[in-house]
């Protein structure tokens, strides 16, 4: 598959086979996280790989809301990929115009691990929903990092399909006009 293929193809995926992703693989993977590019190439970025099941099953249990466990299906991933950053002072200055660069290069190096992941064959879904006090804590993340994102990782349960990874179908998305301008906001870009 090219990248165009992959981007297509990969899915969410929420429902993994009790298998573990192999450690070569996983390097492979992360690779491809360690050369994204980031602001001023400060790559103030760690990522944590969880495949301690003890930890992967306490992250959905700290942001239980009384009986509703939001992101219950996590506990039976494989593998959670932390991403974490800290503020190099680019990162700072940056943020005085507005930026948050700090957040877009761990977005682009998670982006990257979620798509060669995909091209292994390996499921994944991006995790916002957790208590980032308490995960710190439990990861033994120093205090001048935070964490930005979660990446669930495994292979998928269900079998993958033409149409996406894991068989999942695609979600719908905004027509390209509602989401593309050129030159000014509303003038759309025609196509050749
Ligand atoms: C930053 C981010 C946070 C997300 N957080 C969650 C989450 O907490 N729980 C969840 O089940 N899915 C989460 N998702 C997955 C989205 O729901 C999913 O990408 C979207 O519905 C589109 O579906 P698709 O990825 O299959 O195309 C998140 C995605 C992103 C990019």
């Known amino acids: 598959m090219d990248i165009f293929e992959i981007m297509r193809w990969r899915r969410s995926v929420r429902k993994f086979a009790p ?31 969880i495949d301690d099941p003890a930890i992967i099953k306490e992250i959905p249990k700290q942001v239980a809301m009384g009986d509703k466990v939001v992101i219950s299906w996590l506990k039976d991933a494989p593998c959670v990929i932390a991403g974490c950053y800290t503020k190099a002072v680019t990162h700072h200055i940056a943020t005085m115009f507005g930026h948050n660069n700090h957040l877009i290069d761990v977005a682009i190096a998670m982006t990257h691990i979620c798509l060669a992941a995909t091209a292994l064959g390996i499921g994944s879904c991006f995790v916002g929903w957790f208590n980032t006090k308490r995960l710190k ?23 993958s399909t033409d149409e996406g990874i894991g068989g999942i179908k695609p979600r719908a998305r905004k027509e390209f006009d509602d989401v593309v301008s050129l030159n000014r906001y509303g003038q759309k870009l025609r196509k050749a």
């Open 19 to 49: 298998k573990k992703i192999e450690l070569e693989k996983l390097r492979q993977i992360l690779e491809m996280a360690r050369i994204a590019p980031s602001s001023s190439n400060r790559q103030a970025w760690h990522f944590i790989v």
């Open 137 to 159: 804590k439990l990861l033994g993340l120093p205090a001048h990092y935070q964490i930005s994102v979660l990446l669930a990782l495994g292979y998928p349960a269900d079998g």
